[in-house]
C-alpha cells in the first residue's frame, strides 16, 4: 500500500509542480504583454516628439530671401 502512495504522491508532486509552473509562465506572458503595450505607447510618443523636433529643427532659419534686382537695360 505504501508503494502506491508513494507513486501517486510522486506522480500528483510532479503535476502540481507543472501546473503550478504553467500558471507562473502564464503570469509572466500577461505580464510581458503588458509591458509590450506600454512601451508600444511609449514608442509612439517618442516616435511623434522626434518628429515634431525634426521639423523644428531642420527648417530654414531664414526668411525666403527676395528676388534679385533686374538689370535695367541701358
Do not use: C, H, W
Not at 510532479?14 to 509591458?35: A, C, K
Amino acid at each position: 500500500m505504501s508503494i502506491i502512495r508513494r507513486l501517486l504522491n510522486a506522480v500528483f508532486g510532479v503535476l502540481g509542480y507543472r501546473l503550478v509552473r504553467i500558471s507562473q509562465i502564464e503570469q509572466e506572458i500577461d505580464d510581458l504583454e503588458f509591458y509590450r503595450e506600454i512601451y508600444k505607447i511609449r514608442l509612439r510618443d517618442d516616435i511623434r516628439e522626434f518628429d515634431r523636433l525634426s521639423q523644428t529643427l531642420f527648417q530654414d532659419p531664414t526668411p525666403a530671401s527676395p528676388p534679385l534686382p533686374q538689370k535695367a537695360e541701358t
